[in-house]
């Protein structure tokens, strides 16, 4: 069973910028997309960020500019870069990936943005 290891969550002030990654715990064969979303208190858990192993991206409306992603495609790794952050970021986000069909999701690691 593939479980996806996500790490890079933590408090940061507002403005300041935070790298959250996910991998998988275990070798794969097939990737097809990797994503993060995020989930605030009380809110519905949304698309913060996705990209495909073709290199296409999507981004939130209130992410699109401020946060970028890549993958590696040789360590199946996923890196979201969080530049410029707000309040409003604070939420707990996920890793979620498409593997060999089959669809995983992360625990979960909090991002905090406060002064």
């Known amino acids: 069973q593939v479980q996806l290891v996500e790490s890079g969550g933590g408090l940061v002030q507002p403005g300041g910028s935070l790298k959250l990654s996910c991998t998988p715990s275990?070798?794969?064969?097939?990737?097809?997309?990797m994503a993060w979303y995020r989930q605030d208190s009380g809110g519905e858990r949304e698309l913060v960020a996705g990209i495909t192993n073709s290199g296409n991206r999507n981004f939130a409306d209130s992410v699109n500019g401020r946060f970028t992603i890549a993958i590696n495609n040789a360590k199946n790794t996923v890196d979201l870069q969080m530049s410029s952050l707000k309040p409003e970021d604070t939420a707990v986000y996920y890793c979620?990936?498409?593997?060999?069909?089959?669809?995983?999701w992360g625990q979960g690691t909090q991002v905090t943005v406060s002064s």
């Open positions: 979620y990936a498409v593997i060999d069909n089959f669809e995983f």
């Open positions: 275990t070798n794969i064969t097939t990737l097809y997309a």
